[in-house]
């Protein structure tokens, strides 16, 4: 059973950035973020094959976070600029073990612990 350790969640301004990171115990094809704010369901971020394809932002994210990972440590992260309030939410990494499964949250085998991220006005 892969595991999925999650740090980097935090309190910040409307406007500042937080790094999410995501360690994973063993190699995975493909990896993700998803949050999930209070009363709303779970949705996608971002997520991106272990070979660099299939890399995938929902539209909120576009141009403001960047998902990338280091092969040599077996992480990944999400690089949040310019945040927003209505970006406060449970933040997940999540992983599977086939290419392209990390877009959709049906797909996804492993899911981290969760990490809250707060963003005030």
């Known amino acids: 059973q892969m595991k999925l350790v999650e740090s980097g969640g935090g309190s910040v301004q409307a406007g500042g950035s937080l790094r999410l990171s995501c360690t994973a115990s063993?190699?995975?094809?493909?990896m993700g973020w998803f949050r999930q704010a209070p009363g709303k369901e779970r949705e996608a971020v971002a997520s991106?094959?272990?070979?660099?394809?299939?890399?995938k932002y929902a539209d909120f994210a576009e141009g403001r976070f960047t998902i990338s990972h280091d092969n040599t440590k077996r992480v990944h992260y999400l690089q949040m600029n310019s945040l927003r309030p209505e970006d406060t939410a449970t933040y997940y990494c999540?992983?599977?073990?086939?290419?392209?499964?990390?877009?959709?949250?049906?797909?996804?085998?492993?899911w981290g612990q969760g990490t809250q991220v707060t963003v005030a006005a």
């Open positions: 991106i094959d272990i070979n660099g394809g299939n890399m």
């Open positions: 063993e190699y995975r094809y493909c």
């Open positions: 999540a992983a599977a073990r086939t290419y392209g499964a990390c877009a959709s949250s049906d797909n996804v085998r492993f």
